[in-house]
């Protein structure tokens, strides 16, 4: 079978691109693919409301969009069988794209308000809200990672009071929306690591993101050169993107901070139990609150306030966890394939 010419559009943010990342690793494992990655940088002087409004106007002209909003080049396409994209700056990109090829296109995320669902031959969701909509798939948010890949075992054993972990992920975040953490909350999640280090002979992989405090990462620095704590510490600051599969491969079980879905997603997709921390300030909007219950009800990950962390309410939390059985890929592919046949 030929590959699969996939057109990436990918914005600058991770949490956007490793799912549009997750969707084409998904269709690798049906068929094989040709990837072109094309970077999707606005004008900051072409307002949303003027995109919108040329998108569906009868003389709408995709070539001009692109190269006055984006600066691309509609004549340096390449031939393709698929457009994919998610966040909502690649929107209109995707749809002009989309258009001027005249082939099938994928769209990772929320849409805009006023773009019809229609523009897109499917849209991956994770809010149960969109399930009735034939153009929508509602699914755990899709991630490249590939537990299978990883040495992930398929069947995890149940930690608790019980049995505990003698190696733990975590994910640290930092601002983001409605999240702020308190110095006295970080100073509480530290403490709460070098306790567990105590009290059970657990040693942690730690990984920072863009968002943490610079503050917060010297502090995990510094707790990390004692290394019956820290077995590794990955610092954003010098590492860069792309280093959660060196945790995840490795760990038995993970925290993450509530403030980043993907990585809570992308834990989830490793066949990994996943403790969420929250600071006592933060608010989901209606749709992540959705999400977010989606996780814990199918038994996946559990949250523990922040102020209300110890190794009594987080192996608690543990023994109420039963991660997944299935490789995400290998699922997501086959709804790809029921869904839109005629990539296969």
């Not at 699969?4 to 990342?21: C, K, M, N, S, V």
Request: glycine share 4%; charged share 25%.
């Amino acid at each position: 079978m030929r590959p699969l010419r996939i057109i990436f559009l990918a914005d600058t943010r991770p949490g956007h691109y490793h799912l549009a990342q997750g969707v084409i690793a998904a269709l690798a494992h049906v068929r094989p693919v040709e990837v072109t990655r094309i970077e999707v940088k606005r004008k900051w002087i072409v307002p949303t409301r003027w995109l919108r409004a040329r998108i569906n106007a009868d003389t709408f002209f995709p070539p001009r969009m692109l190269r006055m909003a984006y600066r691309i080049d509609a004549e340096e396409l390449p031939d393709a069988d698929l457009v994919v994209s998610a966040g909502g700056e690649t929107h209109m990109p995707n749809i002009c794209v989309t258009r001027l090829l005249d082939v099938p296109n994928i769209f990772c995320g929320s849409l805009l308000r006023g773009l019809e669902a229609d523009n897109f031959s499917l849209i991956i969701s994770s809010y149960d809200c969109d399930a009735d909509s034939e153009r929508h798939l509602v699914t755990l948010k899709p991630s490249p990672i590939n537990p299978d890949a990883l040495g992930r075992p398929k069947t995890v054993p149940c930690f608790g009071p019980d049995r505990l972990p003698k190696l733990a992920g975590l994910l640290v975040g930092g601002k983001a929306g409605s999240f702020r953490y308190t110095s006295k909350e970080w100073e509480r999640l530290l403490a709460f690591v070098a306790e567990i280090s105590k009290a059970w002979g657990t040693r942690w992989l730690i990984s920072t993101s863009r968002r943490t405090p610079d503050q917060v990462a010297d502090r995990i620095a510094e707790l990390a050169k004692d290394d019956s704590v820290v077995a590794k510490f990955i610092d954003f600051r010098t590492a860069g993107p792309g280093t959660l599969p060196e945790i995840l491969s490795k760990a038995e079980v993970v925290v993450c901070t509530e403030d980043s879905s993907s990585m809570i997603s992308e834990a989830i997709s490793a066949r990994l139990p996943v403790v969420g921390v929250a600071p006592a300030r933060h608010r989901f909007t209606d749709e992540e609150t959705l999400y977010r219950d989606f996780l814990m009800q199918n038994g996946w990950s559990r949250v523990v306030p922040l102020a209300k962390l110890t190794p009594e309410t987080f192996a608690k939390a543990l023994s109420e966890i039963e991660p997944l059985h299935e490789n995400p890929l290998d699922a997501l592919a086959a709804k790809l394939k029921e869904r839109l046949p005629e990539l296969f």
